[in-house]
């Protein structure tokens, strides 16, 4: 069965980058994308960006020169990069498959992430 | 970026009445002859389920109790009839031009 699971550090100091791993089974990364997505905490969804099979990648406008997504297909994992975290980067972070019909049919549990010194 | 305003941002509904959500976008989600336009459920502690696909088609193992209809730039979520366990944020959501974007969510409680 599709399942995705997040992975991150939990805690970060401001300034500092962060690193986020999304790890998947059930699916090939060649075939299918995946979103990250985050909510900071009692607030909506925000989509960060996206990673298709074939490797190309979007962005959201706002934090475009601060992310970066990339894969591994071969370990079925791909990664969310941001760097200069502030405060308001605090939220959960979650990565979610597409499906054919470009919709977000599966999500992983969400890592949360904590900027604070 | 295609901005989705969503109506109203909370309300009320009694058991077994009828519950509609709006989400309006900046410029049409449509293309090819599809509405990419697509509603998830988020109960607290739960990351978002999947209800609607392509403005109105039910994700499988949805009741069928959640409908959707709309296209180019208006669309609309129903839940008829709200049962208890239908408490929680609804979210409309637009892949038709990158980068994708979320509304900002209405909550539904019981009345």
């Known amino acids: 069965q599709v399942q995705l699971k997040e992975s991150g550090p939990g805690l970060v100091a401001p300034s500092q980058s962060l690193s986020i791993t999304c790890t998947v089974s059930?699916?090939?990364?060649?075939?299918?994308?995946v979103s990250w997505i985050r909510q900071p905490p009692g607030k909506g969804l925000e989509w960060l960006g996206v990673?298709?099979?074939?490797?190309?990648?979007y962005y959201n406008s706002a934090l475009k020169s601060r992310l970066s997504i990339s894969k591994d297909n071969s370990k079925s994992q791909v990664f969310l990069k941001m760097n200069s975290l502030q405060t308001d980067d605090t939220a959960m972070y979650y990565c979610?498959?597409?499906?054919?019909?470009?919709?977000?049919?599966?999500w992983g549990q969400g890592t949360s992430v904590t900027v604070s010194s | 970026d295609i901005v989705l305003t969503q109506s109203p941002a909370s309300l009320a509904v009694s058991l077994g009445q009828r519950a509609t959500i709006s989400c309006r976008a900046s410029e049409s989600v449509d293309s090819y002859g599809n509405s990419f336009m697509h509603w998830y459920q988020q109960k607290p502690g739960q990351p978002p389920k999947l209800l609607i696909y392509?403005?109105?088609n039910l994700e499988s193992g949805i009741p069928a109790r959640f409908s959707g209809s709309g296209s180019r730039t208006d669309f609309t979520l129903t839940i008829n009839p709200v049962e208890a366990d239908d408490v929680a944020t609804y979210y409309c959501q637009q892949s038709n031009e990158d980068p994708y974007t979320f509304g900002g969510g209405t909550k539904l409680e019981i009345k």
């Open positions: 979610a498959k597409h499906s054919i019909t470009t919709a977000m049919d599966y």
């Open positions: 392509r403005a109105s």
């Open positions: 990673i298709w099979g074939g490797g190309s990648t």
């Open positions: 059930g699916f090939s990364l060649t075939d299918y994308g």
